[in-house]
């Protein structure tokens, strides 16, 4: 289904291990996410994935020429993501097709769900219809795993994540989000919640640390500051 925009989560673009790939990397990446949100390819299963029709997909050449870039980088990035030498890390999936290959964004469904969801609000609704229990649950394994990396990626339209972040040993309890606020407000208020738990759970988790770009107390100064800048919102907001 052709959208008009995809979700990129901002600090994790910026500071993320998407960082530490090349500048080339990156901009193919970013291309791919556009490709495959503005993709017409109807079949609602296959959403996130980039290709012509049913069976039907590109050539090497034929992506290299859509992105403007020469072959052997197109070639060097598609390796890059989808054979990365940390599994964790790969971003994309090569899907042998009949005629070429399809490109599949991995975890899409995951975090690009909102679009379909905001549907009827940018139909002229009043109201979004509440997440379906499968969505809560997605929502709620976002919040669980602290993931949100590239795939992880945001146009700032949030998601409508569960309102109750599951809380770990050694996080810190946050104040609750006012139900009374307009949902974009909510929305704004949990996307900020939900990335202060992927901090606080990258700082204790030491393997991924160690692929950050940036050190240990920049993310604990940053982890600080967000918690400082979401309870001075509670509190304006509470007034």
């Known amino acids: 289904m052709r959208r008009t925009w995809v979700k990129v989560f901002c600090d994790q673009w910026l500071r993320g291990s998407i960082r530490k790939e090349t500048l080339e990397v990156r901009s193919v ?54 054979n990365h030498p ?17 490109v599949r964004i991995l975890n899409w469904k995951k975090y690009q769900s909102d679009y379909l969801r905001q549907r009827p609000y940018r139909e002229g609704k009043k109201e979004i219809p509440p997440a379906s229990p499968k969505e809560k649950e997605e929502d709620a394994d976002k919040e669980r795993e602290g993931e949100g990396e590239g795939e992880e990626f945001v146009t700032k339209v949030t998601s409508e994540v569960t309102e109750k972040v599951t809380k770990k040993d050694g996080e810190e309890e946050l104040p609750p989000i006012p139900k009374n606020l307009p949902f974009k407000i909510q929305d704004d208020l949990r996307e900020k919640k939900h990335r202060i738990r992927e901090i606080e759970r990258l700082l204790q988790d030491p393997r991924k640390m160690e692929s950050q770009h940036f050190s240990k107390a920049f993310h604990e100064k940053d982890l600080e500051e967000k918690k400082k800048e979401f309870r001075e919102l509670i509190e304006d907001y509470r007034e």
């Open 86 to 102: 940390v599994p964790e890390e790969n971003r994309i999936e090569i899907v042998p097709l009949s005629q070429g290959f399809a």
């Open 29 to 82: 990446f970013m291309d791919l996410l556009t490709m495959a949100g503005d993709n017409a390819f109807s079949d609602p299963e296959k959403d996130g994935t980039i290709q012509l029709a049913d069976d039907v997909g590109f050539t090497d050449q034929a992506i290299a020429s859509i992105l403007n870039v020469p072959l052997k980088t197109w070639l060097f990035a598609k390796n890059r993501l989808a």
